[in-house]
């Protein structure tokens, strides 16, 4: 079992910036991927940006450029910063965990994200 707490959500101006932030606790395997999803409203949840132990990454075109992921192997945690957001930023979003030994997935609970215009 993996637990996953975000945090850092909030409401910003359009072209204002936040900091997701994403720890993990709990059996953590030392070969996974982290990182990112979102769901806004009456929406399906789409990939944002995720990065494997070996720090490759795979980025939603909608946000390269303007949306980084780091992560810290040792602290088990990932990180987000969303630069340069608009209004179709507004969601939430989802801490996620996946290594070979699960067939699914680990989610956080979520944290909204709300980008005003």
């Known amino acids: 079992q993996v637990q996953l707490v975000e945090s850092g959500g909030g409401l910003v101006q359009a072209g204002g910036s936040l900091r997701l932030s994403c720890a993990a606790s709990?059996?953590?395997?030392?070969?996974?991927?982290m990182g990112w999803y979102r769901q806004a409203p009456a929406k399906q949840r789409e990939l944002v940006a995720v990065m494997s132990r070996s720090r490759s990454t795979n980025y939603a075109d909608s946000v390269k450029g303007r949306f980084t992921i780091s992560r810290d192997n040792a602290k088990n945690t990932v990180d987000l910063q969303m630069n340069s957001l608009n209004p179709e930023a507004t969601a939430v979003y989802y801490c996620?965990?996946?290594?070979?030994?699960?067939?699914?997935?680990?989610w956080g609970q979520g944290t909204p994200v709300t980008v005003s215009s």
């Open positions: 709990g059996s953590i395997s030392s070969i996974n991927t």
């Open positions: 996620y965990y996946r290594d070979s030994s699960r067939s699914t997935p680990s």
